[in-house]
Each structure stands twice: as structure tokens, then as C-alpha cells.
């Protein structure tokens, strides 16, 4: 098998696959960035509290629309997710429970209606591709849709970028100067829910935030440059989709899975010989005494 035939050739004889890549692509370019800005919050979990937040209103959607409709699914899931969103802000400014305590409450919820409401109206398969994705079926409008989250996404963290940034590091300050922290944060929520609904024909609901925080996580261990970091994590999800794609169709394995696992790979990797990770934090003061 030559090089064309491992690398080349699954894109060039299929429009399935070229499809799939561009999805991809897209979604690492949107999701990367966003990923980054969630582990300096430390909402990483809030996150994935986020991605099954989401499946109620896709799940309506999937009704309405009477089957697997990417525009219906993703106006549903963005209702959802700022839904619980709200609703969790304000469950812990007036009670004693804190934020992730009310976002793991609701997010539950939202799981177990959203799987409720599938397999009650729909089949088996209509419920395995919801919870897990089709990357492979994705069409020409979809992959219109994906790309537009991701311009948005970029163009609104272009606009906003200091006083988000600000509002990660020091959100004391920022109230201090009389910045809008809270406007903020809703931004960054609505951008966080923009993109998890943009993975979710991909990916589906249990693993798009994978795409969002593996290669964030990777890229904080090689830079603490916030620009850099954001590139890096944008290009480790585009390598992850490429390198999963590959591996999947010439393995015949489920592709979601894959792309996260190639993501996983790059995370272990880096978690043994990045600057900031284990390797170093092991043999630094060994090398310092020598």
C-alpha cells in the first residue's frame, strides 16, 4: 500500500469522506479556541455539563422537524443550553448551591428528558445517532451551518477578546473598572453552547465537547502564550480529525470515537513530554542537581 493509498486516497474516491473532513476542520477551528478559554475559567466540566444540556431541545427538534434535522436540532439545542445555562446562574445566586453544583443538577435532567423523548417517538438508530453522531452522513448545508459557527465564533472572540480575557483572569478587577463581567460570561456561555451544537451532528452530544477541551488541554501543556495556545489547540483538533478519519476508515471503525481517541493520543503524548508536563515536573530537579 503506497503513501496516496494510506493518505490521499480515502478523500480523493469519496465525497463522504472529504465531507467529513471539512467538518472537522471546521469544528476544531471554532471548538479549539473556546476549549481554551473554558479550562482558564475552570469550566471544563461545565462544559460537559453543557454538551448533555443540549439534547432536550435537539431532541424537540428531532420531533418537529420529523427526523434528523441539523437546523431544527440546533435551534433546539441552543434554547436548551441557554436555558440551563440561565437557570443554573440564578439557582446559585439565590440559593446556597454553587455553579457547577447546579449545572451537574440540571444537566442530569436534560440527559435523561432529552434520551427519554428520543426513544419514545423514535428507533434505536434515531437514539445512537443523537448520543454518538454521524460525521460520515454529514450533508452540504450542515457543513455550511458548521462553518458558519466557527466564523461567528472567531469573529466574536476577535471583538470581545480583552475583556474576555480579562474576565477570565480577574474577574474582580473587571468589576472593579466597571466592566460588564456578566455580559461577558453570557457571550461566552452562548458561544460554548454555539459550538457544542455545531459538533453535535458530528460527534453527538456524549463526546462533541471532546473536540473542545482535549486539544485545549494539550496546548496548555506545551505554551502559557494565550494566542498561541488557542493555535495550537485549533490545529491539535484539525490533526485529530484527519488522523481519526484515516484510521477509522482504513480499520473500519465508528469515526466520532476515533477522532476522539486520536485527540486522547495527542493528550498522552504531550502529558509525557511536554514542557509543563510530566516528564519535565520528574526529571528537572534531577538534571538541577546534577
Do not use: K
Request: proline share 3%; charged share 10%.
Amino acid at each position: 500500500m503506497t503513501l496516496h493509498d494510506l493518505f490521499i486516497a480515502p478523500f480523493a474516491d469519496f465525497g463522504f469522506m472529504r465531507r467529513a473532513l471539512v467538518a472537522s476542520l471546521a469544528l476544531g477551528l471554532g471548538a479549539g479556541p473556546v476549549g481554551v478559554l473554558l479550562q482558564l475559567r475552570r469550566m471544563s466540566l461545565v462544559g460537559d455539563a453543557m454538551s448533555h444540556a443540549i439534547l432536550p431541545g435537539a431532541a424537540i427538534g428531532f420531533l418537529l422537524a420529523g427526523g434528523l434535522s441539523m437546523t431544527a436540532m440546533g435551534l433546539g439545542g441552543i434554547v436548551a443550553g441557554l436555558g440551563v445555562a440561565l437557570l443554573s446562574g440564578l439557582v446559585s445566586r439565590h440559593t446556597r448551591l454553587s455553579e457547577d453544583a447546579s449545572f451537574a443538577s440540571f444537566y442530569l435532567t436534560s440527559l435523561a428528558l432529552g434520551v427519554l423523548i428520543v426513544s419514545a417517538h423514535g428507533s434505536n438508530i434515531d437514539l445512537l445517532h443523537v448520543l454518538f453522531g454521524t460525521i460520515l452522513a454529514i450533508d452540504t448545508p450542515t457543513l455550511c451551518l458548521m462553518g458558519g459557527v466557527s466564523t461567528v465564533t472567531l469573529c466574536m472572540l476577535a471583538v470581545v477578546w480583552r475583556p474576555l480575557v480579562m474576565e477570565c483572569v480577574d474577574p474582580g478587577f473587571m468589576r472593579l473598572v466597571g466592566g460588564r463581567g456578566g455580559a461577558c460570561h453570557m457571550l461566552f456561555l452562548f458561544l460554548v453552547v454555539l459550538n457544542l451544537v455545531s459538533g453535535f451532528e458530528a460527534l453527538g452530544t456524549l463526546m462533541a465537547v471532546g473536540m473542545m477541551m482535549l486539544p485545549a488541554a494539550t496546548a496548555r501543556l506545551w505554551t502559557r502564550r494565550l494566542w498561541v495556545m488557542m493555535t495550537l489547540s485549533a490545529t491539535i483538533a484539525a490533526l485529530s480529525g484527519l488522523g481519526g478519519l484515516l484510521v477509522s476508515f482504513h480499520c473500519r471503525m465508528a469515526s466520532g470515537p476515533t477522532i476522539i481517541l486520536t485527540c486522547s493520543l495527542f493528550y498522552g503524548v504531550s502529558l509525557l513530554l511536554a514542557p509543563m508536563g510530566l516528564a519535565s515536573r520528574l526529571f528537572a530537579p534531577r538534571l538541577t542537581r546534577n
